[in-house]
T-cell receptor, first 115, second 113 residues
Framework: EAGVVQSPRYKIIEKKQPVAFWCNPISGHNTLYWYRQNLGQGPELLIRYENEEAVDDSQLPKDRFSAERLKGVDSTLKIQPAELGDSAVYLC?????????????FGPGTRLTVL | AQTVTQSQPEMSVQEAETVTLSCTYDTSESDYYLFWYKQPPSRQMILVIRQEAYKQQNATENRFSVNFQKAAKSFSLKISDSQLGDAAMYFCAYRGGTYKYIFGTGTRLKVLA
């Protein structure tokens, strides 16, 4: 079974440029998470989807970040315009919610460098 | 709000020895899960072990075991017979009723040959 796929793995852009990250979750997983992981820190949730619905986006900086999950499968996270402080690893995770059991499976992440 | 604290930024252990990584958390919820995740240098996080708060018995997965002290809100990870492949960042995580995961800042484990 294929794991969570993310692309690109690395991205270098200049500040004020737009950037997009793509995530393909494990087949059948209805919940998808986007996290930001700063250097030396743990992941911080940006947004969580249940199917197509964003059920928790309280940590998403909505002035420059946007996300979508069309048809409840793939998801895209966008930053426009990027700032220097956005340099981080962006992780995608997915899970299948069955009652309380909710094990997350993570993708390899996208390392973003903003110059 | 829930918080997770890992007070050991870095730990070292000799190969074949035992090491314990500490984690404390704060919550007002009675039902929750606690997790330890491993993140090797390649960055992909993988689940090491999970503990349900309502279970008194400590979880064990091969060489990995936890010491779960609910009253003290402590959740430490013990790695026995440490191997070179255990070297990684280890994150403690909390998940309550909202399915939101809260991660600690991580402990970097070095395994010395």
């Amino acid at each position: 079974e294929a794991g969570v796929v993310q692309s690109p793995r690395y991205k270098i852009i200049e500040k004020k440029q737009p950037v997009a990250f793509w995530c393909n979750p494990i087949s059948g997983h209805n919940t998808l998470y986007w996290y930001r992981q700063n250097l030396g820190q743990g992941p911080e949730l940006l947004i969580r989807y249940e199917n197509e619905e964003a059920v928790d986006d309280s940590q998403l900086p909505k002035d420059r970040f946007s996300a979508e999950r069309l048809k409840g499968v793939d998801s895209t996270l966008k930053i426009q315009p990027a700032e220097l402080g956005d340099s981080a690893v962006y992780l995608c995770a997915s899970s299948l919610v069955e009652g309380w059991l909710n094990e997350q499976f993570f993708g390899p992440g996208t390392r973003l460098t903003v110059l | 709000a829930q918080t997770v604290t890992q007070s050991q930024p870095e730990m070292s252990v000799q190969e074949a020895e035992t090491v314990t990584l500490s984690c404390t958390y704060d919550t007002s919820e009675s039902d929750y899960y606690l997790f330890w995740y491993k993140q090797p240098p390649s960055r992909q996080m993988i689940l090491v072990i999970r503990q349900e708060a309502y279970k008194q018995q400590n979880a064990t997965e091969n060489r990995f075991s936890v010491n779960f002290q609910k009253a003290a809100k402590s959740f430490s990870l013990k790695i026995s017979d440490s191997q070179l492949g255990d070297a990684a960042m280890y994150f403690c995580a909390y998940r309550g009723g909202t399915y939101k995961y809260i991660f600690g800042t991580g402990t970097r484990l070095k395994v010395l040959a």
